[in-house]
């Protein structure tokens, strides 16, 4: 009865593993263990990676295409030229009257965060700095360097804060970072925008310059 068997009853794990080796490196060698197994077709079929979301985790609404953001938060929406399209968009309701998110996924130039395949998150709601506040809202060991943007006054911070804004209703808010790392932050036509990254002020006014 033994030698009457076509393929054996079970399979040890050790050799199930080994098999499953063998079909990721060689075609022809997956169909010969697929039929040996008894299986009439075997697909492995790896997910892409330009279609895994990175931003996801970072708890920025929405996600939405450029033209939705356009029309949802009520201003116009920069994208910086010297980054190009973002990777994911994002739209939240909840801060100030919306707020726009632009996320990017780390590569060559734009280094990994906190969040490592996460380049660079830019954020864009409407708002004023509250500057009195917002400089009473970092850690001690925190520099903040004033700078200008396209000609408008920003601030580069060296670590995670809290963004104390006012609405254009006179409200305020706080933001607070999404990623431990450096922020560039300016106001661009009753617009606030915020810049993450882990690139040196120098780089990231280069990119926020590309947004006029």
Known sequence: LLGGLR????????????????????????????????????????????????????????????SESQSLAGFEVLVPEALGPPDELYFDEHVADGQVALVYRARPGLPGTSHRRVGAVITQFSALFDRPVYQKSVQFDTTITEVRVN?????????????????????SGVHLSRLSAASLIWEQDGV????????????????????S
């Open 7 to 66: 393929r054996p009853a079970f399979v040890p794990v050790a050799a199930v593993v080994a098999a499953c080796a063998v079909l990721i490196a060689s075609p022809g060698a997956r169909d010969a263990v697929a039929d040996f197994l008894g299986f009439e077709e075997v697909r492995i079929t790896p997910e892409p990676p330009g279609d895994r979301v990175v931003g996801g985790e970072l708890g920025l609404g929405e996600r939405v295409s450029l």
């Open 151 to 171: 000609g408008n006054r920003g601030y580069y911070v060296d670590q995670p804060h809290q963004l104390v804004y006012i609405e254009p209703g006179g409200e």
């Open 192 to 211: 606030l925008i915020r810049l993450e990254s882990e690139l040196s002020l120098q780089e990231s006014l280069q990119i926020a310059q590309s947004m």
